[in-house]
């Protein structure tokens, strides 16, 4: 029942609800005071202390190479993102972010959701948003470490949805909650066309730092653990989760499916010194009920995979607040900050084990399986609080030669640039 009733959410009524809110507030007895403009990190439009909005602006250019030589729809030169938003807070209660891009893409409105706050403990987020599932899913495209997010954030974790969702801190936040229902399963998992072939979605996330409860060693205290679920049905038909490599090619097709799709997730985060290290493993089982090519239940389709990685200062060190630029630990210089860091992941595709024949068929009871590992090496310049350029090298290592991009090749390199400006 509650997930019907989700269903008619729509995010176009929760933005009309502001003026609405605004007008609330007012009449509450909120400052009216006259509306400022203000341009410091970025610009920003203040009314006394019941209005906040700031204006934002994010622009990726991509540029790529691939070795042995690969054709793809992107080419060489790739303008990733262009995106446009505004985020602020109305009275201290409600926040409110809508983001859209102006790019060609499958979904030019990107997150737009209110966010009710009055008890820290227990807030309520509302509207289109990422689902509260994936590290590297939940880290935005400007704050990410390499170029491309991991297999698994990009493929396994569900992306933006439309929902309700329950979230807060506890414990002097030691421990932290997400839990909520949307009305689908992600625009990750979409089948061809956009087609959203995900029913409802049950989600929920905690995560916590396991140092606020237990004793021991310093190094410990900035280790932050946690974990996530998803449930929901998926409708008849070739919707499966796919494979691709970084370059965005298949390596491993849709499949039929019809039933459930469960998603858990473990995550890791920690600061060793100046050493940052994180990692994540996710394994998603999907259904195949009545899938046969005689309508009898197929068994179950598994994807797993997982990643760590480590960033680590060169030279520079992280961002101040007073200036534009970073501050250098080379005397009389502002180089920003520049840093290495370096990934190694695997993901896997296949099916549950079998005494049938081995197939490639989408309708197989036993699936060939296919995976991808890939090691990425990568240098960070921030050069200053707007500006950033990104260098990655990535060689993948296919499992099965014949799904590859490059039909017999299993190994594979890839070369991304990324210049990146964040207002």
């Not at 439309?162 to 979230?167: D, S």
């Not at 050069?383 to 799904?403: C, G, V, W």
Request: charged share 25%; proline share 4%.
């Amino acid at each position: 029942m509650a997930t019907r009733l989700l269903c008619r959410w729509d995010v176009t009524r929760a933005l009309i609800l502001l003026p609405f809110l605004a007008s609330m507030a007012l009449a509450g007895g909120a400052e009216a005071a006259a509306p400022r403009w203000e341009m410091k990190r970025r610009p920003s439009l203040r009314a006394g202390d019941w209005l906040k909005i700031d204006f934002r602006a994010k622009v990726q250019t991509d540029f790529v190479g691939h070795s042995p030589d690969l054709e793809t729809e992107e080419g060489f030169f790739d303008p990733r993102r262009l995106r446009l938003g505004i985020e602020g807070r109305l009275t201290k209660d409600i926040e409110f972010e809508v983001e859209y891009e102006l790019l060609p893409a499958d979904h030019r409105l990107r997150d737009a959701f209110v966010n009710y706050r009055r008890v820290r403990e227990f807030q309520f987020q509302a509207g289109q948003f990422k689902i509260p599932f994936g590290l590297d899913q939940l880290t935005g495209p400007t704050n990410l470490d390499f170029v491309y997010r991991s297999r698994i954030g990009s493929q396994l974790a569900p992306g933006r949805g439309t929902g309700l969702v329950l979230h807060g801190s506890l414990f002097e936040k030691g421990l932290r909650y997400q839990a909520g229902l949307f009305r689908h399963d992600g625009e990750i998992a979409e089948a061809a066309d956009d087609v959203r072939a995900g029913g409802g979605a049950l989600v929920a996330r905690v995560t916590g730092t396991p140092a606020a409860f237990l004793p021991g060693p310093s190094v410990f205290r900035s280790l932050e653990l946690g974990a996530a679920f998803t449930h929901g049905q998926v409708a008849e038909g070739a919707h499966g989760l796919r494979g691709r490599t970084a370059a965005g090619e298949t390596f491993f097709s849709r499949m039929y499916v019809k039933g459930a799709r469960i998603r858990q997730g473990a995550e890791l985060r920690w600061l060793v010194g100046s050493l940052s290290l994180q990692g994540e493993f996710m394994n998603v089982r999907q259904q195949r009920r009545g899938q046969s090519l005689l309508g009898a239940d197929l068994p179950d389709l598994l994807a797993r995979g997982w990643y760590a990685s480590a960033t680590h200062p060169i030279f520079g060190k992280r961002p101040t607040n007073d200036g534009h630029r970073l501050r250098s630990l080379l005397p009389g210089f502002r180089t920003g900050l520049v840093e290495a860091a370096a990934r190694y992941e695997q993901i896997r595709f296949g099916g549950e084990a079998s005494t049938l024949r081995a197939s490639r068929s989408p309708r197989a009871a036993n699936v060939i399986p296919n995976s991808d590992r890939a090691l990425t090496l990568g240098l960070n310049w921030q050069a200053s609080r707007y500006t950033k350029f990104q260098f990655n090298a990535i060689r993948e290592t296919l499992e099965d030669a014949l799904r590859a991009p490059v039909s017999g090749t299993k190994r594979f390199w890839m070369f991304a640039g990324r210049v990146q400006f964040v207002l």
